[in-house]
């Protein structure tokens, strides 16, 4: 089974940008659908952006589309998400998740993945 750790939150004025990185430790990174999400207080677990094994392909929530790029490097186990032109909605704590490939084409729901990390607090300031 992979783990996976997330880094790279932190505080941010609107407008701003961040790069989160999610490192994976493990057997066969490269064998996993990669998806980020995102929880604010009190409100469900949102669809961020997805992207299959071989980077051929990518998906974002509409919340995010234009602003945010999801990206993996499986040499070095990493997934990243780019965060450009941030707006305070964009405010919670951000997970990054596995699924194994196959199955499932476009994973965008939480109970499609089968490895979470811990989480990384964005904090985008007005």
């Known amino acids: 089974q992979v783990q996976l750790v997330e880094s790279g939150g932190g505080l941010v004025q609107a407008g701003g940008s961040l790069r989160l990185s999610c490192a994976a430790s493990?057997?066969?990174?490269?064998?996993?659908?990669v998806g980020w999400f995102r929880q604010a207080p009190g409100k469900e677990r949102e669809f961020v952006a997805f992207?299959?094994?071989?980077?051929?392909?990518?998906t974002y929530g509409d919340r995010v589309k234009g602003r945010f790029t999801i990206s993996r490097d499986n040499a070095k186990n990493t997934v990243y998400l780019q965060m450009n032109s941030l707006i305070p909605e964009d405010t919670a704590v951000y997970y990054c998740?596995?699924?194994?490939?196959?199955?499932?084409?476009?994973?965008?729901?939480?109970?499609?993945?089968?490895?979470w990390g811990q989480g990384t607090q964005v904090t985008v300031s007005s």
């Open positions: 992207i299959n094994w071989s980077s051929s392909s990518s």
């Open positions: 998740a596995a699924r194994l490939r196959g199955g499932v084409l476009v994973p965008t729901t939480p109970a499609e993945y089968d490895v």
């Open positions: 493990g057997r066969t990174f490269s064998s996993y659908y």
